[in-house]
């Protein structure tokens, strides 16, 4: 039977009136800390003035108000005792409030919080207040205790706003893929993205293939990772299908698609006619009307006189310039690569495909490929390179596999539907581990850009996407190590290792001592 121990946590919040003399500041004193803290979560010495600094954060983030840590008082208080010691407390006539608590932990796994708050024109306890729960969510207990015995302070404007624009919410994808035989050059960038994706029960993903002859298959909304991945993994091409074939497929989507389906994703390399693009649209609007989001993704033997009309589907549906590409070398030396994004084509560097491979979806270094020059039938990324050796009377040496954006691009739509598209984007590494943090404030992206190779404490907001976990993109915080709560700051690796038991509160966060690699914005 395994042994239980108990550590509660008490927080209380002294506070006055400019009436009587009184400052406008908070003071945080040292927890009280009782129980076994589990070794493996805390540093047991620290504990009382890690959850002093901790609350600091904490108030700061949630109320608009001037808090400091009390420095002075060296051993934790209870309610009770505070309330005794109220007199000496507010001897700092600077000091209108004071915020105190205590842990009790409940065995290895389990805390309670106590928190409470007092009047330093008053003398007396005001506020008394109590959460349970996992180690593991204790920050969101301090925080929501800290919010119930505060009402008095008013609600930092930046948390509001974080509440109103950023709660996750559940939502369904529905992946919709024609699976014929010319796709098989496409379906290996598919797969690994969608391998990415992490179902859920309150995430399902829901798969949709379309074979030749209208073979259509609807998979069970998915929300075990192993069968999901099994699935994905079973995705193959083969024989032709028809532009008959693609609309009665969505069509039956339409019919059977899952309550709370918020994004759609379409893959095919079909070329419509035009009342195949009327069709599509019509498609594409009903799901709209529903409240889904469509993303179309051309694939790589989509025809660029089809391409050139996807305009004509931006009311309805987002359609993406994918980038395809493969490397030609030629006998005399020579190498190019040569891309497709969108109907457009372009010549560039032999080393265009890394670019490319690492997300970046700009042509900017390279120049237009003349298709005017060509044939229609040469405009094809199988053709391209040995129409253009026989026009400059070259050779050709080897033509490299496919290369694309495409995962990118599938990211792109599921993080910016989930509110986590980030115009700029920093690579830091935790130890050993390399993430990138999304950020949307040009200010803090440039001072992680100025510390380049140096390390800084980055705080997160983190939260789970079909893709991983990612963090909201509108709040980070940059810390000096006195001002970092040790008690929130994670290693990345373990935060990754201990992702199936964790479940990450996006109103949470999360420290990282990180080394600043590289950076990007779009």
């Known amino acids: 039977m395994r042994k239980m121990i108990i550590l509660s946590i008490t927080v209380f919040l002294i506070f006055g009136s400019s009436l009587f003399g009184r400052g406008d500041r908070m003071t945080v004193l040292p927890f009280r800390i009782s129980g076994k803290p589990p070794a493996a979560h805390f540093n047991e010495a620290e504990l009382s003035n890690h959850a002093m600094y901790a609350a ?53 796994s389990e805390v309670t919080v106590n928190i409470f708050t007092a009047s330093c024109v008053r003398k007396t306890i005001l506020y008394r207040d109590q959460s349970t729960g996992s180690v593991n969510d204790l920050q969101s207990l301090m925080r929501k205790t800290i919010i119930r015995t505060t009402p008095f302070l008013a609600e930092n404007l930046v948390y509001s706003k974080l509440q109103n624009t950023e709660t996750i919410k559940d939502n369904h994808i529905q992946v919709v893929i024609d699976l014929s035989g010319s796709m098989e050059l496409t379906l290996p960038f598919i797969r690994r993205a969608l391998d990415q994706f992490e179902p859920s029960v309150n995430r399902r993903i829901t798969l949709t293939t379309i074979r030749p002859q209208t073979a259509i298959t609807h998979s069970e909304p998915f929300a075990d990772l192993s069968r999901y991945r099994s699935a994905v993994a079973a995705l193959h091409g083969s024989g032709i299908t028809t532009e008959a074939d693609i609309i009665e497929g969505l069509k039956r989507t339409n019919d059977s698609i899952k309550a709370n389906t918020r994004q759609l994703l379409f893959f095919s390399d079909a070329n419509f006619s035009e009342k195949g693009v009327l069709d599509l649209q019509q498609q594409f609007r009903e799901f709209r009307r529903d409240g889904i989001q469509v993303a179309f993704f051309p694939c790589y033997d989509s025809d660029p006189s089809f391409l050139e009309k996807s305009g004509r589907f931006d009311r309805v549906a987002k359609v993406y310039a994918t980038m395809y590409g493969r490397r030609a070398s030629f006998t005399n030396g020579e190498a190019w690569f040569f891309v497709r994004k969108g109907a457009a084509f372009y010549v560039c560097s032999e080393s265009f495909g890394s670019d490319m491979s690492s997300g970046k979806n700009s042509t900017d270094s390279c120049r237009l490929f003349p298709a005017h020059r060509y044939s229609k039938s040469d405009l094809d990324l199988n053709k391209i390179a040995q129409a253009y050796a026989s026009r ?35 690579l830091v590494a935790n130890d050993k581990q390399a993430f990138w943090i999304g950020l949307q404030n040009k200010s803090d992206y440039n001072l992680l850009a100025q510390n380049q190779n140096q390390k800084i404490y980055v705080g997160l907001h983190l939260k789970r996407t079909p893709i991983g976990i990612e963090n909201l993109p509108n709040q980070i915080y940059l810390t000096k190590p006195a001002d970092t709560p040790q008690l929130f700051v994670l290693d990345y ?30």
């Open 392 to 426: 400059n009377n070259l050779k050709v040496n080897e033509i490299s596999p496919v290369y694309s954006d495409l995962e990118f691009r599938i990211a792109d739509f599921i993080t910016n539907q989930s509110g986590s598209r980030a115009v700029y984007r920093v």
């Open 493 to 522: 690796q373990r935060l990754l290792t201990a992702t199936s038991a964790l479940q990450l509160n996006p109103r949470d966060v999360w420290f990282f001592l990180v080394e600043v690699k590289d950076f990007r914005h779009d």
């Open 56 to 108: 600091v954060f904490l108030t700061k983030s949630v109320r608009d108000y001037q808090i400091q840590p009390n420095t002075l008082i060296k051993t934790g208080l209870d309610d009770t005792a505070a309330e005794a010691h109220l007199n000496s407390i507010c001897s700092d006539l600077s000091i209108s409030h004071a915020l105190g608590g205590q842990l009790l932990f409940i065995g290895p």
